[in-house]
């Protein structure tokens, strides 16, 4: 199938490609369809595009690239909704703020990462009520 997006232009996406997000994100509640773009060969970092709304992309990461120490609890409830198995199908997403003016500024959001579902192709955001994470994490040392 096709897709249009405005970062990307129209992209063909395989049917098996898109995550269907069973927990959606905050204050992203109708939007349960995505796929992952690679930002580049060698680039920690992902875009995570709507389906549904050509202009709606989120520029992820994934905390653990950077080895910092980020350890999560992923509650029975959300295992449950995302029908994880094996700890070997979840990716661990982290949305990313990248200013402008300042890459090196980069800060992530460690309290509500997505989890995803690789092999049944579910995805979800979760709150990690109590970690003590910080949604405005700064992911390089100045």
């Known amino acids: 199938m096709n897709i249009t997006t405005t970062r990307f232009g129209e992209i063909e996406v395989e049917e098996e490609s898109i995550f269907t997000f069973v927990m959606p994100m905050i204050g992203y509640e109708d939007e349960d369809k995505f796929i992952i773009i690679n930002h580049g060969e060698d680039s920690p970092f992902k875009w995570m595009q709507s389906v549904k ?5 989120f520029v992820t990461t994934s905390a653990m690239y950077f080895e910092f120490d980020y350890v999560i609890d992923i509650p029975d409830s959300a295992v449950e909704k995302l029908k994880i198995e094996s ?3 979840i990716l661990v997403l982290n949305v990313a703020a990248i200013p402008n003016s300042n890459p090196r500024g980069t800060r992530v959001n460690l309290l509500a990462p997505i989890i995803l ?5 579910t995805g979800g955001q979760i709150i990690l009520s109590g970690s003590g994470y910080d949604v ?7």
Do not use: I, R, S, V
Request: net charge negative.
């Open 136 to 142: 405005n994490f700064p992911l390089f040392k100045n």
């Open 53 to 57: 709304t050509p202009e709606l992309a």
């Open 117 to 121: 579902n690789t092999a049944q192709k």
């Open 87 to 89: 700890t070997d199908d």
